[in-house]
């Protein structure tokens, strides 16, 4: 499974952008996606998660109410709608999936990862 993610970019806050994820090969596969963020000398953090199958969510406590994870009819690409940034969201954006029927926060759990998207924004 290979994970392409874009969309981020710099911004000011209040602003909002919108990531993709994009998984191809053994797709089938995945079960869940999730978004991660890092910042220096920090651990990747989760931001949110979306199994497949029925779409359930989860998210970070300090993204709730402000981002949304959502997943395409082919079930092989998410989303991650990011409104009202703040310049502590500014951190490189990673997604990953999973070949396990739940929706984990810890990142030891994903199988798969993609290349980092780097989101900054400015106040």
């Not at 990011?82 to 994903?110: F, G, I």
Request: hydrophobic share 35%; aromatic share 10%.
């Amino acid at each position: 499974v290979q994970l392409q993610a874009s969309g981020g970019g710099l911004v000011q806050a209040g602003g909002s952008l919108r990531l993709s994820c994009a998984a191809s090969g053994r797709t089938p596969s995945i079960y869940t996606m999730g978004w991660f963020r890092q910042t220096p000398g920090k651990e990747r953090e989760f931001v949110a998660g979306v199994t497949m199958t029925v779409g359930k969510t989860d998210y970070a406590d300090s993204v709730k109410g402000r981002f949304t994870i959502s997943r395409d009819s082919g079930k092989t690409t998410v989303f991650l709608q990011m409104n009202s940034l703040k310049p502590e969201d500014t951190a490189v954006y990673y997604c990953a999936a999973l070949e396990a029927n739940y929706l984990p926060r810890s990142q030891r759990a994903y199988d798969y990862w993609g290349q980092g998207t780097q989101v900054t924004v400015s106040s």
